[in-house]
């Protein structure tokens, strides 16, 4: 994508969706290398779009790209990347070079296997691993995704901030899907998630729209990051409408509904729904934010902002129906809050969160703790 497309499509993320993190997805080529994939965030960043009470913006830019150097890792970080995700896809180095040769661009696996160390040597404190299951027996890849987990941990004392395991779907061109005997069953999926949980239990769990809502609502209590109204064509959220999408997106997604629909699905649940970008934006990363999770610190402030930004959400792109469901429950998020002072929150901390919800239901955006 051109530079002026790629911001045709942020205004819509960002405008008209209420977006705002993205995982912005580079293809393997020489052209989308690390100085692409700078002005691409750098342009995101820039977006600012007037909405119903406030405006829109995008506040953190994750990045899932292909594995670099520290001299391109380098040129990311101080662009102002968020998290930097490489999936190994399958961590069975057999099933790696059947389904990616020596030859072809992506075929070296240690390259891949060490590119999060790279980031993290050239100063990326934030870094997300992931597996592509139903490439190889699930349970080798779980111990494959802990054991990448330790190793990290073990070089740099700071974990993965996130894990993600997208089930193998089937895609145009790719009849890898309908021949493998690895697919993963449901109730094994639940199991993987559930261990990885157990097992990581710092790290954020992303479950994507692969799933269906279904599976999504019973593996969300172990998750805490979704996406959303998420399209992967290529200009897909601008450019095309949903029917041109079903042509060229990448793989079928599970979940298709719309950002709007899925929020309300969550608060019928009881489930509050945050678009906090807050820690990474105060410097609380890589090992700063390792010991405010481990010692549940991060947790209260993810709190007192899952709700102020679930209020700014509500106020510009909510629809009626999801707005009534919203302000319910944060009215039960906030007395919730009342009832833990001064135990995890001060009085003082409790002052400031109810002025900054005032505040944001008169408009301002971006308050935060
Ligand atoms: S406060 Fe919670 S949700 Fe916000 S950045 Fe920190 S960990 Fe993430």
């Known amino acids: 994508m051109s530079i002026p497309e790629v911001r045709k499509e942020a205004e819509v993320l960002a405008g008209k ?3 705002k993190r993205l995982v912005v997805v580079f293809g393997e080529h020489p052209s989308s290398g690390a100085d692409y994939i700078c002005e691409v965030m750098r342009e995101i960043y820039k977006v600012k779009v007037k909405t119903r009470r406030g405006f829109g913006a995008i506040r953190r830019v994750n990045v899932n790209a292909a594995p670099m150097s520290i001299a391109d890792y380098k040129k990311i970080k101080a662009a102002g990347i968020g998290t930097f995700q490489v999936f190994q896809e399958t961590y069975h180095l057999e099933t790696y070079n059947q389904v990616h040769p020596y030859s072809t661009i992506k075929g070296n696996y240690l390259w891949r296997l060490y590119s999060l160390h790279r980031a993290m040597e050239a100063g990326i404190d934030d870094v997300a691993i992931g597996a592509l299951f139903g490439l190889y027996d699930w349970r080798f890849e779980v111990m494959g995704l802990l054991a990448h987990a330790r190793d990290l941990e073990k070089h740099f004392g700071i ?4 894990v993600s395991f997208p089930r193998l779907e089937p895609a145009a061109n790719t009849p890898f899907i309908k021949k493998t005997d690895h697919a993963v069953k449901d109730e094994d999926f639940k199991k993987l998630v559930a261990v990885l949980r157990l ?12 799933e269906t809502p279904q599976m999504m609502r ?7 990051q979704r996406d959303a109204s998420s399209k992967v064509g290529i200009g897909a959220y601008s450019e095309r409408g949903d029917a041109q999408e079903e042509n060229i997106q990448q793989f079928i997604l599970g979940d298709s509904r719309s950002l709007d629909a899925v929020i309300r699905d ?14 990474y934006r ?15 610190k991060e947790g209260c402030l993810c709190k007192l902002n899952a709700v102020l930004t679930f209020q700014e959400w509500l106020e ?54």
């Open 199 to 210: 097992s990581i239990p710092y790290a954020g769990m992303i479950v994507t729209c692969r």
């Open 159 to 162: 974990g993965p901030h996130t």
């Open 316 to 369: 510009d792109f909510g629809s009626a129906e999801t707005r009534k469901i919203g302000e319910e429950l944060i009215a039960r998020e906030i007395a919730e809050i009342e009832k833990r002072v001064p135990g995890d929150f001060s009085p003082v901390i409790l002052q400031s969160f109810k002025e900054y919800h005032s505040r944001i239901k008169n408009g301002e955006r971006d308050l935060c703790f």
């Open 17 to 19: 969706l209420g977006h």
């Open 266 to 279: 969550l608060a019928s649940m009881g489930y509050i729904t945050s678009f906090c970008t807050a820690g």
């Open 282 to 296: 105060c410097g609380r990363t890589g090992n700063n934010i390792m010991t405010m999770l481990k010692s549940g």
């Open 218 to 224: 019973e593996v969300i209590a172990m998750c805490t």
